[in-house]
Protein backbone atom coordinates (compact mmCIF):
# COMPACT_ATOMS: atom_id res chain seq x y z
CA UNK A 1 0.00 0.00 0.00
CA UNK A 2 1.52 3.59 -0.90
CA UNK A 3 1.72 6.47 0.99
CA UNK A 4 0.64 9.53 0.51
CA UNK A 5 3.86 10.93 0.26
CA UNK A 6 4.47 8.21 -2.94
CA UNK A 7 1.44 9.05 -4.22
CA UNK A 8 2.22 12.60 -4.31
CA UNK A 9 5.80 12.56 -5.89
CA UNK A 10 4.51 10.01 -8.24
CA UNK A 11 2.51 12.62 -9.98
CA UNK A 12 4.99 15.48 -9.33
CA UNK A 13 7.47 13.28 -11.08
CA UNK A 14 4.84 12.53 -13.77
CA UNK A 15 3.45 16.39 -14.53
CA UNK A 16 7.70 17.51 -14.76
CA UNK A 17 8.50 14.37 -17.14
CA UNK A 18 5.35 15.16 -19.68
CA UNK A 19 7.26 18.86 -19.49
CA UNK A 20 10.40 17.54 -20.20
CA UNK A 21 9.23 15.00 -22.66
CA UNK A 22 7.14 17.71 -24.71
CA UNK A 23 10.45 19.44 -25.35
CA UNK A 24 12.47 16.25 -26.11
CA UNK A 25 9.97 15.36 -27.98
CA UNK A 26 10.21 18.40 -30.90
CA UNK A 27 14.45 16.88 -31.16
CA UNK A 28 12.72 13.79 -32.11
CA UNK A 29 10.52 15.12 -34.98
CA UNK A 30 6.75 13.79 -34.91
CA UNK A 31 7.37 11.46 -31.87
CA UNK A 32 4.64 11.76 -29.15
CA UNK A 33 6.02 10.64 -25.75
CA UNK A 34 3.70 10.52 -22.91
CA UNK A 35 4.17 9.64 -19.64
CA UNK A 36 1.31 6.95 -18.05
CA UNK A 37 2.36 5.74 -14.62
CA UNK A 38 4.67 6.52 -12.23
CA UNK A 39 5.37 3.92 -9.61
CA UNK A 40 7.81 4.89 -6.73
CA UNK A 41 9.79 2.96 -4.02
CA UNK A 42 8.63 3.21 -0.47
CA UNK A 43 12.07 4.38 0.29
CA UNK A 44 11.77 7.08 -2.41
CA UNK A 45 14.71 6.05 -4.49
CA UNK A 46 13.99 4.58 -7.21
CA UNK A 47 11.26 5.73 -9.98
CA UNK A 48 9.81 3.35 -12.35
CA UNK A 49 8.31 5.20 -15.33
CA UNK A 50 6.30 4.03 -17.74
CA UNK A 51 6.01 5.78 -21.29
CA UNK A 52 3.90 5.38 -24.26
CA UNK A 53 5.06 6.37 -27.71
CA UNK A 54 3.30 7.40 -31.05
CA UNK A 55 3.81 6.12 -33.39
CA UNK A 56 4.53 2.49 -32.24
CA UNK A 57 7.08 1.78 -35.18
CA UNK A 58 9.26 4.03 -33.40
CA UNK A 59 9.16 2.65 -29.76
CA UNK A 60 12.29 0.84 -29.93
CA UNK A 61 14.45 3.71 -30.92
CA UNK A 62 13.00 6.07 -28.57
CA UNK A 63 13.22 4.13 -25.73
CA UNK A 64 17.04 3.27 -26.46
CA UNK A 65 17.38 7.44 -26.72
CA UNK A 66 15.87 7.82 -23.37
CA UNK A 67 17.72 5.14 -21.92
CA UNK A 68 20.93 6.46 -22.96
CA UNK A 69 19.85 10.28 -22.25
CA UNK A 70 18.56 9.31 -18.21
CA UNK A 71 21.45 10.97 -16.57
CA UNK A 72 20.69 14.39 -18.51
CA UNK A 73 16.65 13.65 -17.85
CA UNK A 74 17.53 13.29 -14.18
CA UNK A 75 19.28 16.32 -14.37
CA UNK A 76 16.74 18.23 -15.24
CA UNK A 77 14.31 16.62 -13.23
CA UNK A 78 16.33 17.80 -10.51
CA UNK A 79 16.39 21.33 -11.65
CA UNK A 80 12.61 21.25 -11.81
CA UNK A 81 12.05 19.50 -8.00
CA UNK A 82 14.88 20.78 -6.43
CA UNK A 83 12.15 22.87 -3.61
CA UNK A 84 10.39 19.79 -3.27
CA UNK A 85 12.92 16.73 -3.22
CA UNK A 86 16.08 16.18 -1.14
CA UNK A 87 16.93 13.31 -3.51
CA UNK A 88 15.73 13.12 -6.89
CA UNK A 89 15.36 9.44 -7.60
CA UNK A 90 16.64 7.00 -9.81
CA UNK A 91 14.81 6.44 -12.74
CA UNK A 92 14.12 3.48 -14.77
CA UNK A 93 11.80 3.81 -18.27
CA UNK A 94 9.83 1.13 -19.32
CA UNK A 95 7.88 0.63 -22.82
CA UNK A 96 4.08 0.71 -21.28
CA UNK A 97 2.27 -1.51 -23.78
CA UNK A 98 -1.10 -1.10 -22.52
CA UNK A 99 -2.35 0.37 -25.55
CA UNK A 100 -0.83 -2.16 -27.65
CA UNK A 101 -2.87 -5.08 -25.69
CA UNK A 102 -6.08 -3.32 -25.85
CA UNK A 103 -5.93 -3.31 -29.85
CA UNK A 104 -4.77 -6.79 -29.76
CA UNK A 105 -7.67 -7.50 -27.70
CA UNK A 106 -10.13 -5.31 -30.25
CA UNK A 107 -9.37 -7.20 -32.72
CA UNK A 108 -9.70 -10.41 -31.05
CA UNK A 109 -13.30 -9.38 -29.94
CA UNK A 110 -13.93 -8.59 -33.36
CA UNK A 111 -13.00 -11.55 -35.53
Request: charged share 35%; net charge neutral; proline share 4%.
Amino acid sequence: MQTTRQQKIERLIQKDLSDIFLRYARELSGTLISVSEVRISPDLSIAHIYVSIFPSDREKDVIERINNDTPKLRGELGRLERHQLRIIPELHFHLDETLDKMERIDQLLRQ
